[in-house]
Nanobody, 120 residues
Framework: QVQLVESGGGLVQPGGSLTLSCVVS????????MGWYRQAPGKERELVAT???????NYADSVKGRFTISRLNAMNTVYLQMNRAKPEDTAVYYC??????????????WGQGTQVTVSS
């Protein structure tokens, strides 16, 4: 079993900053990549940013230059630093991981989600 736990969501004013955290735990053999996705009301879940074990990152065009994804490999933790937040960033943010379990099974678990609301 592999579990993801997110934290750090909340209310932020337009133009403000917020940092999300996600910790992966359980029977992990190797963590390949981690990422953040979001889902706004009435919309499909979309990619925000991903980072591989080697440090390669990928961002949605809508967050490039404003959000930064980083990873602390030793702690199986990924962060999403959100700067210059916009109302359209309001969504439930989900953490995702691509991981080989201790039984060498390739898994793609999700966290429970954390609400981010950008509003004055």
């Amino acid at each position: 079993q592999v579990q993801l736990v997110e934290s750090g969501g909340g209310l932020v004013q337009p133009g403000g900053s917020l940092t999300l955290s996600c910790v992966v735990s359980g029977q992990i053999f190797r963590l390949i990549a981690m990422g953040w996705y979001r889902q706004a009301p009435g919309k499909e879940r979309e990619l925000v940013a991903t980072v591989t074990s080697g440090g390669s990152t990928n961002y949605a065009d809508s967050v490039k230059g404003r959000f930064t994804i980083s990873r602390l490999n030793a702690m199986n933790t990924v962060y999403l630093q959100m700067n210059r937040a916009k109302p359209e960033d309001t969504a439930v943010y989900y953490c995702n991981a691509r991981v080989y379990s201790s039984t060498r099974e390739l898994l793609d678990p999700w966290g429970q989600g954390t609400q981010v609301t950008v509003s004055s």
